[in-house]
């Protein structure tokens, strides 16, 4: 990624070019952002209630806990977060187990019901807005993400669990590269275009365009609490739609802080905020929600399990969805030479790709392939590597000493988790180290997995086919390219892929074998930071958000067919030939096969086509002697 290649540079010989001519394109941009980009699209500067848990003075106390209708240590087994409680959500830091605040009281049905009424009614306005308004929102929340970062990765923080580091990359870069994206290049997305007409229809313009849907829904997953929240708001906002999200109820404590602000930004540029709802909301109400009629479009993120109910429940209302689900993403790294010379920048790379947010990532890496001659270098580079991490929280480690890894969303996997590595090791493959969950010292409530080194891991084990979602390096090794792109190839899932090579034949090979949503080059999940379209095949879902192909599937694409302006000059339009009006004639057949010949076959040849047009004469002519 781009900061990798930054912080390398700053350690090279190459630094000062490097910072230099990412200054003079910013500076660039910036200058022509300055002169073109009108007043009316400048970000407006708001300000809302930052929850008093983000400030550092706060003062945790056990408050919330003694209150009320706290649940029973041992209705919460031990520990999963985010305990649901006598139908209330109790939310809680996974790092430590501390409590974030109050329970929350989930939406029911009626609190379904007005949310999307509202948004319904305020969509209606907000569908007549030019790009340029909604431009300016965005630019609004721009700006407020980018004055706001220690807030908001704080709250992901406490929500999640994770480090701030894995909070930058995958809550703010990723959301303001889409903001970005979306002011930039958006409506040339969303523009009408030209579609081209025939012979027979000579006289037609056709015309595409992409209209706002009404009210879309998204329901999102735990592992990027504001990422997820906000990055389907993006679209939605910028193709005129109104959109309800429903938070995961495991860091759904982060929503009220990210709602507020994206109303703060719409009320600031003078829209109306219920255009975007939040419902917090458990299995029976999410059921209510997705088969909810007033719904045109929902996009799902989360497992396959969940996407099933999903999918029944909007095909009672047949509302189309965009199904995101997890990967089991490949590594494929090659052996020739270059490759191997810079194995430093691939193994922390992998690093990155196999353990941001503890390795909670729908394109997380999960499975390494390795070639022959570069399999035991990187085994030796990674294993000191993963053994050196240190788990923890950021809420407590000195600024000098901060964790390199965050805790897990709840410890209901672990069990899982720990049968699937100890039947891998039984059938051959190589424990060294970790492997189990973790009990760490500082937070005994806190929900920790042991970083985790597996080699020898072939196709057949049932780790190397199922989705881990765990801070787990699987190492494969593979004989030859063609044998890589096999196992590649041999899950269930086909959502992201790496190649890590620079023999130009054999990376193209893998990229075009490799069966995935996306592919990445000597890279981890690049694709995501440049606003591509984002999306699997296989059992990793369909559809596609991000990139001029999410904003499409978020439209209604209008279709229109009308005469061109020299036609209505000439006074040309579709007239049927009286013999072809009801009823019809007996030679109706002939002129009609006749047309339909010299409207096509002059793509097979010229000799065809003449052939036809002598037909469609002499049908003509039989039709009008028999008409006279
Ligand atoms: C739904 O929740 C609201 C507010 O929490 C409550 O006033 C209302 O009675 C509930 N409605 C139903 C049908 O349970
Ligand atoms: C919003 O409306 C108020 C009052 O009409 C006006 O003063 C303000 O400039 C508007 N803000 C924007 C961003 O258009
Ligand atoms: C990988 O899968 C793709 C798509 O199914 C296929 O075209 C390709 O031949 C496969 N490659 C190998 C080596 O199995």
Same mark, same amino acid.
């Given at each position: 990624?781009?900061?990798?290649?930054?912080?390398?540079?700053?350690?090279?010989?190459?630094?000062?070019?490097?910072?230099?001519?990412?200054?003079?394109?910013?500076?660039?941009?910036?200058?022509?952002?300055?002169?073109?980009?009108?007043?009316?699209?400048?970000?407006?500067?708001?300000?809302?209630?930052?929850?008093?848990?983000?400030?550092?003075?706060?003062?945790?106390?056990?408050?919330?806990?003694?209150?009320?209708?706290?649940?029973?240590?041992?209705?919460?087994?031990?520990?999963?977060?985010?305990?649901?409680?006598?139908?209330?959500?109790?939310?809680?830091?996974?790092?430590?187990?501390?409590?974030?605040?109050?329970?929350?009281?989930?939406?029911? /049905?009626?609190?379904?019901?007005? %949310? #999307?009424?509202?948004?319904?009614?305020? *969509?209606?306005? @907000? $569908?007549?807005?030019? +790009?340029?308004?909604?431009?300016?929102?965005?630019?609004?929340?721009?700006?407020?993400?980018?004055?706001?970062?220690?807030?908001?990765?704080?709250?992901?923080?406490?929500?999640?669990?994770?480090?701030?580091?894995?909070?930058?990359?995958?809550?703010?870069?990723?959301?303001?590269?889409?903001?970005?994206?979306?002011?930039?290049?958006?409506?040339?997305?969303?523009?009408?275009?030209?579609?081209?007409?025939?012979?027979?229809?000579?006289?037609?313009?056709?015309?595409?365009?992409?209209?706002?849907?009404?009210?879309?829904?998204?329901?999102?997953?735990?592992?990027?609490?504001?990422?997820?929240?906000?990055?389907?708001?993006?679209? /939605?906002?910028?193709?005129?739609? %109104? #959109?309800?999200?429903?938070?995961?109820? *495991?860091?759904? @404590? $982060?929503?009220?802080? +990210?709602?507020?602000?994206?109303?703060?930004?719409?009320?600031?540029?003078?829209?109306?905020?219920?255009?975007?709802?939040?419902?917090?909301?458990?299995?029976?109400?999410?059921?209510?929600?997705?088969?909810?009629?007033?719904?045109?479009?929902?996009?799902?993120?989360?497992?396959?399990?969940?996407?099933?109910?999903?999918?029944?429940?909007?095909?009672?209302?047949?509302?189309?969805?965009?199904?995101?689900?997890?990967?089991?993403?490949?590594?494929?790294?090659?052996?020739?030479?270059?490759?191997?010379?810079?194995?430093?920048?691939?193994?922390?790379?992998?690093?990155?790709?196999?353990?941001?947010?503890?390795?909670?990532?729908?394109?997380?890496?999960?499975?390494?392939?390795?070639?022959?001659?570069?399999?035991?270098?990187?085994?030796?580079?990674?294993?000191?590597?993963?053994?050196?991490?240190?788990?923890?929280?950021?809420?407590?480690?000195?600024?000098?000493?901060?964790?390199?890894?965050?805790?897990?969303?709840?410890?209901?996997?672990?069990?899982?988790?720990?049968?699937?590595?100890?039947?891998?090791?039984?059938?051959?493959?190589?424990?060294?180290?970790?492997?189990?969950?973790?009990?760490?010292?500082?937070?005994?409530?806190?929900?920790?997995?042991?970083?985790?080194?597996?080699?020898?891991?072939?196709?057949?084990?049932?780790?190397?086919?199922?989705?881990?979602?765990?801070?787990?390096?699987?190492?494969?090794?593979?004989?030859?390219?063609?044998?890589?792109?096999?196992?590649?190839?041999?899950?269930?899932?086909?959502?992201?892929?790496?190649?890590?090579?620079?023999?130009?034949?054999?990376?193209?090979?893998?990229?075009?074998?490799?069966?995935?949503?996306?592919?990445?080059?000597?890279?981890?999940?690049?694709?995501?930071?440049?606003?591509?379209?984002?999306?699997?095949?296989?059992?990793?879902?369909?559809?596609?958000?991000?990139?001029?192909?999410?904003?499409?599937?978020?439209?209604?694409?209008?279709?229109?067919?009308?005469?061109?302006?020299?036609?209505?000059?000439?006074?040309?339009?579709?007239?049927?030939?009286?013999?072809?009006?009801?009823?019809?004639?007996?030679?109706?057949?002939?002129?009609?096969?006749?047309?339909?010949?010299?409207?096509?076959?002059?793509?097979?040849?010229?000799?065809?086509?003449?052939?036809?047009?002598?037909?469609?004469?002499?049908?003509?002519?039989?039709?009008?002697?028999?008409?006279?």
């Amino acid at each position: 990624m781009l900061f990798d290649d930054i912080s390398r540079c700053c350690d090279g010989h190459l630094a000062i070019s490097g910072i230099l001519f990412l200054l003079l394109i910013g500076a660039l941009t910036a200058i022509s952002t300055h002169v073109f980009f009108t007043v009316g699209e400048s970000a407006v500067r708001f300000t809302v209630p930052i929850p008093p848990q983000l400030q550092s003075e706060y003062r945790w106390s056990r408050e919330h806990e003694d209150k009320g209708d706290e649940p029973p240590d041992e209705a919460r087994p031990c520990p999963i977060i985010c305990t649901v409680y006598h139908g209330r959500i109790y939310p809680r830091c996974p790092a430590d187990g501390r409590r974030l605040g109050p329970p929350v009281t989930p939406a029911n /049905a009626s609190a379904i019901d007005s %949310a #999307i009424s509202a948004a319904a009614q305020a *969509q209606v306005e @907000w $569908s007549q807005t030019s +790009f340029a308004e909604r431009r300016r929102v965005l630019r609004t929340l721009l700006r407020y993400v980018l004055d706001h970062q220690e807030q908001i990765v704080a709250a992901c923080c406490l929500d999640s669990g994770k480090t701030k580091i894995d909070a930058c990359f995958g809550e703010i870069l990723v959301t303001v590269e889409k903001l970005q994206w979306t002011i930039k290049h958006g409506a040339r997305a969303l523009y009408r275009s030209r579609r081209p007409t025939n012979l027979l229809m000579c006289y037609k313009s056709n015309t595409v365009i992409y209209e706002p849907l009404g009210v879309v829904a998204a329901c999102v997953s735990w592992n990027y609490p504001f990422h997820n929240f906000i990055s389907p708001v993006i679209s /939605a906002l910028f193709a005129g739609n %109104a #959109i309800v999200v429903k938070p995961s109820e *495991q860091t759904c @404590w $982060s929503t009220f802080y +990210f709602i507020d602000i994206i109303r703060g930004a719409l009320r600031a540029c003078n829209h109306s905020s219920d255009l975007v709802q939040n419902v917090v909301c458990l299995p029976e109400a999410a059921d209510y929600l997705t088969s909810h009629p007033g719904l045109n479009h929902i996009t799902f993120i989360g497992s396959r399990e969940i996407a099933h109910k999903v999918c029944t429940s909007a095909a009672k209302s047949l509302t189309p969805v965009t199904v995101e689900l997890g990967g089991k993403d490949p590594a494929i790294v090659l052996d020739d030479p270059t490759t191997i010379r810079t194995i430093d920048d691939v193994a922390s790379i992998l690093m990155r790709g196999v353990f941001q947010s503890a390795g909670q990532n729908c394109i997380g890496t999960e499975r390494v392939i390795a070639l022959p001659a570069i399999h035991d270098r990187l085994l030796a580079k990674v294993l000191p590597k993963i053994t050196s991490l240190r788990l923890g929280s950021v809420l407590h480690s000195s600024p000098n000493n901060p964790p390199d890894m965050g805790a897990m969303i709840s410890s209901r996997s672990f069990s899982r988790l720990e049968n699937l590595i100890s039947s891998a090791v039984a059938q051959g493959a190589t424990l060294h180290c970790g492997g189990r969950r973790h009990s760490h010292p500082e937070y005994p409530h806190g929900i920790y997995f042991a970083p985790t080194l597996l080699s020898n891991v072939t196709p057949e084990m049932e780790i190397a086919q199922a989705e881990l979602f765990a801070p787990v390096f699987l190492l494969m090794k593979a004989g030859d390219v063609e044998s890589a792109i096999r196992i590649a190839n041999s899950t269930n899932y086909a959502l992201g892929a790496s190649v890590f090579g620079h023999n130009r034949c054999d990376v193209q090979k893998c990229v075009k074998e490799i069966k995935a949503g996306m592919v990445a080059v000597n890279d981890f999940g690049a694709y995501y930071a440049c606003s591509l379209p984002f999306g699997g095949v296989k059992g990793s879902g369909y559809g596609r958000f991000g990139g001029d192909e999410g904003l499409r599937a978020l439209s209604n694409v209008k279709a229109i067919c009308e005469d061109s302006p020299w036609a209505r000059a000439l006074g040309i339009q579709t007239r049927i030939p009286p013999k072809l009006q009801y009823p019809v004639s007996s030679h109706g057949w002939e002129v009609c096969k006749a047309v339909v010949g010299t409207g096509y076959a002059y793509t097979l040849g010229l000799s065809e086509w003449v052939g036809c047009v002598v037909r469609l004469l002499t049908a003509l002519m039989k039709n009008a002697d028999q008409g006279r």
